[in-house]
Structures are given as structure tokens and as C-alpha cells.
């Protein structure tokens, strides 16, 4: 019943800022948690951030906590993450998902975008 396109990625320097969009399809998006993971080649897929349906809670990963912020327009059914401060260790594809309650785990979510790739050069 989701559909999520992620967009924003690409090559930014280490110490520079990168934001990211995922756009929703339907009508139910606010029902929806949002989260935002990332995997990097051969690792495991990680959980970056989440949001809370009405944007009024926040979760992030400690690894990018302080550098990163999720938020989110119900109107435009989009979440964002922006990226500050980037590290090459944060080079990645990102992915937005769809969760049907405030969570960090991967599987609770429903839905996942295809991703977006970033890499942070140094």
C-alpha cells in the first residue's frame, strides 16, 4: 500500500551537509512511523533515525546523534534526514521505511524505499 522514493544522496566531503527526502505514496502517511537506515557494502543494515507519526518523537542512533535530524511534513508526505558534519564512515545507502509504531528495529518495519547512496569522501 507504500510506496517510498528516496532522493538527496550523492558525494559530499567529509565535514559538509547532505539532506535527504523520502516521498510517500497515499494518503495514510501520519499513520506511520518513519525511519530512516543505512547499510554499507557487506555490513549489516543499521538504524539511523526515527519519527513518530505526528513528529512529535525522535530516535536517533547514538552514532549520529548531535549530526543528524529526522523530521517530517505530512502535508508534502515526506520525512527528511538531514546530515550534518559527515564522516566517511557515514557513506551508505540510505533507506526510509514505513513502521506502524515508534520503533528502531528493522523488523518492525512494513515498508522500505529502494535507497539512496551516500559517500562521504575524505
Known amino acids: 500500500q507504500v510506496q517510498l522514493v528516496e532522493s538527496g544522496g550523492g558525494l559530499v566531503q567529509a565535514g559538509g551537509s547532505l539532506r535527504l527526502s523520502c516521498v510517500a505514496s497515499g494518503r495514510t502517511f501520519s499513520s506511520y512511523a518513519m525511519d530512516w537506515f543505512r547499510q554499507g557494502p557487506g555490513k549489516e543494515r543499521d538504524f539511523v533515525a526515527a519519527?513518530?507519526?505526528?513528529?512529535?518523537?525522535?530516535s536517533y542512533a547514538h552514532s549520529v546523534k548531535g549530526r543528524f535530524t529526522i523530521s517530517r511534513d505530512n502535508a508534502k508526505n515526506t520525512v527528511y534526514l538531514e546530515m550534518n558534519s559527515l564522516k566517511p564512515e557515514d557513506t551508505a545507502i540510505y533507506y526510509c521505511?514505513?513502521?506502524?509504531?515508534?520503533?528502531?528495529?528493522?523488523?518492525?518495519?512494513?515498508?522500505w524505499g529502494k535507497g539512496t547512496l551516500v559517500t562521504v569522501s575524505s
Open positions: 521505511a514505513a513502521v506502524r509504531k515508534f520503533s528502531s528495529r528493522s523488523t518492525d518495519v512494513d515498508y
Open positions: 519519527i513518530s507519526g505526528s513528529g512529535g518523537l525522535t
